[in-house]
């Protein structure tokens, strides 16, 4: 398959290699300058599950897309708040039959890609691979994931195009799962991020950390029970028990990962991506009428300490 991986910082990079080692025709495109010349200088660096790797692949800039290539698929791995802008720049690679997938974390995406493809061509889900920048030229990727997605709208030729995604996606070890419902599995990740990403960074620990502490779990149900009010608001049904469960089996699979927005905001002082996890949940809970204590605060505090820190 021809991919272009559009955002290739930690998680793009995961997926780029691994589509690549697996035979597939890869290109990466960033909009970060300095990550964009290590690209095209030295192509993806990573250590892989110990190893460290070199993979060259074609590279360009946000700002020179190429035209005259044909891709069968884009795969968004920006940071929330890029992502608009990506879809933008990429517009002039996209033909009548390229896909549009993203696997990003935050709630809403489809409406952004939707504003500029046609929905039979954008696909959704969601990830549980870690991955993290160590330099702007170098990712470390550890631990075991899976990933999961389908069609945003039903029917055919789309169903079956979601099963081939899946099929090259598992041929590359990317362990991915066809989903009925992708904005119940972006709601119930959206859970995942809305706990252990914003305590996780307002807390400044890993997740065995967090887990460990008094209120940990009544904080987790606090959280997942707002993100269910709204999201039944938008016809999305969250098991509220089968949710914290899976919040909280995270603790034993990866309990040594600091989330991304961790990875953002205090590793490295940038803007998290706040506003599509807890704080989707607070400005849509104000629209239905839903009150949002939790999330209303969580919110709030990371863009205090956002502000407080001059995060770029
Ligand atoms: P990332 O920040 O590593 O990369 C996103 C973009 O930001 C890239 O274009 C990258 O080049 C750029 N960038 C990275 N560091 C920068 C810096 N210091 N200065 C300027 N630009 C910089 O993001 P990611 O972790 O790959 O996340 C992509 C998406 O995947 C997000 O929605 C994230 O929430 C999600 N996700 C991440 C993880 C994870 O463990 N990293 C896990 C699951 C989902
Ligand atoms: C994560 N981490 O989603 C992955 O870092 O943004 C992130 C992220 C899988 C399970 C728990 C947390």
């Given at each position: ?5 559009a ?19 890869v ?72 896909l ?63 099963k ?59 959280i ?72 209303d ?16």
């Amino acid at each position: 398959m021809k991919v272009a991986v559009a955002g290739v910082g930690a998680m793009g990079t995961r997926f780029a290699l691994k589509l690549k080692q697996a035979g597939n025709n890869v290109t990466v495109v960033d909009g970060w300058q300095e990550r964009v010349a290590s690209l095209k200088k030295d192509g993806l660096r990573a250590n892989l599950d110990g190893q460290e790797v070199t993979v060259k692949v074609p590279a360009y800039g946000q700002w020179e897309v190429p035209r005259d290539h044909h891709f069968d698929l884009v795969l968004f791995f920006t940071k929330s708040m890029q992502l608009e802008q990506m879809v933008r720049d990429m517009l002039p690679a996209f033909d009548d039959d390229t896909l549009a997938l993203c696997l990003m974390n935050g709630i809403g995406h489809e409406k952004t890609l939707e504003k500029y493809l046609p929905k039979e061509r954008v696909f959704l889900g969601n990830t549980m691979w870690t991955a993290q920048m160590t330099r702007p030229d170098h990712v470390l990727l550890e631990d075991d994931g899976t990933c999961e997605l389908s069609n945003v709208e039903p029917g055919e030729p789309q169903r079956s195009q979601a099963k081939e995604l899946v099929k090259v996606f598992k041929a590359a070890g990317l362990k991915p799962r066809l989903l009925d419902d992708p904005r119940y599995s972006v709601f119930r990740k959206g859970c995942v991020n809305g706990t252990l990403n914003t305590l996780c960074t307002l807390f400044e620990c890993n997740l065995t950390e967090y887990s460990k502490t008094s209120h940990a779990h009544e904080m987790v149900v606090k959280i997942v029970k707002e993100f269910a009010a709204v999201g039944a608001k938008e016809g999305v049904n969250l098991d509220v028990a089968e949710v914290v469960d899976h919040v909280e089996a995270s603790y034993d699979v990866i309990g040594a990962h600091y989330p991304s927005m961790y990875q953002d905001l205090v590793k490295n002082n940038r803007r998290t991506e706040i506003d599509y996890m807890n704080g989707y949940v607070s400005t849509h809970g104000k629209k239905y009428g839903v009150a949002t204590p939790y999330c209303d605060l969580l919110t709030a505090e990371v863009h205090t300490k956002e502000d407080l820190q001059g995060a770029q």
